[in-house]
């Protein structure tokens, strides 16, 4: 079956845009979780979702950073007034429940450069 | 918090067994998975160990001692498709289900 999709795959911006990615999970998969990966360095968690609602946004770096999932499916990250910092690739995973979290299926990623 | 190390490079020959090792310090703790990524890709999951133990899966084996707060991943007759970044992530702090992740070992097989 179709695995995680992220679009677009590559992003690049202008310092100060305002961006948004987006990730389709696996069809049936009710936990979603964005991290973000830096060169040479594990995913680093951002924000989990447990059907429609942010169970956990404990990780998203400021509140320039927000995230939805409005019908329990897609989700999209936002991030506006982009900086060069944030550029990195931005990784969705879905799992098929919160119990069954430690195996997640991840998405092929987001690669956002901030010019 | 919570905090992983493990190397950040292994080189081995193929058709060796290399051991990648894991600690962690968490402030709370469930379990301890592994993932594979090729350069480019997704992270894959490998294993997962929410017990004290070994478990086999195939070529890949992965073991965990909570007592010494301690992991590895057991790579047998290593194949040149196994030279690729591999992830300990710790399932940890209550409440919280993200995983954390160290920041990986980069193994490289050789002929």
């Known amino acids: 079956g179709a695995g995680v999709s992220q679009t677009p795959s590559n992003k690049v911006t202008e310092k100060g845009k305002y961006v948004e990615l987006r990730c389709d999970p696996i069809s049936g998969h009710t936990a979603l979780y964005w991290y973000r990966q830096s060169l040479g360095q594990g995913p680093e968690f951002l924000i989990y979702?447990?059907?429609?609602?942010?169970?956990?946004d404990s990780g998203l770096p400021n509140d320039r950073f927000f995230a939805v999932r409005p019908e329990g499916s897609v989700s999209t990250l936002k991030i506006q007034r982009t900086e060069r910092g944030d550029s990195a690739v931005y990784l969705c995973?879905?799992?098929?429940?919160?119990?069954?979290?430690?195996?997640?299926?991840f998405g092929p990623g987001t690669r956002l450069t901030v010019t | 918090g919570q905090s992983l190390e493990q190397p950040s490079e292994v080189t081995a020959v193929e058709g060796a067994i290399v051991q990648i090792n894991c600690t962690y310090q968490?402030?709370?703790?469930?379990?301890l998975s592994w993932y594979q990524q090729h350069d480019g890709g997704a992270p894959t999951f490998l294993s997962y160990?929410?017990?004290?133990g070994l478990e086999e899966t195939g070529r890949f084996s992965s073991f965990l001692s909570r007592s010494d707060s301690y992991g590895y991943l057991l790579l047998q007759e290593l194949q040149m498709k196994d030279s690729a970044s591999y992830f300990c992530?710790?399932?940890?702090?209550?409440?919280?289900?993200?995983?954390?992740f160290g920041s990986g070992t980069r193994l490289q097989v050789q002929p």
């Open positions: 995973a879905s799992s098929p429940s919160a119990s069954a979290n430690y195996e997640q299926y």
């Open positions: 160990n929410g017990l004290d």
């Open positions: 979702f447990q059907g429609t609602g942010a169970a956990d």
């Open positions: 992530a710790v399932l940890g702090d209550t409440g919280r289900r993200a995983l954390t």
């Open positions: 968490t402030s709370g703790f469930y379990g």
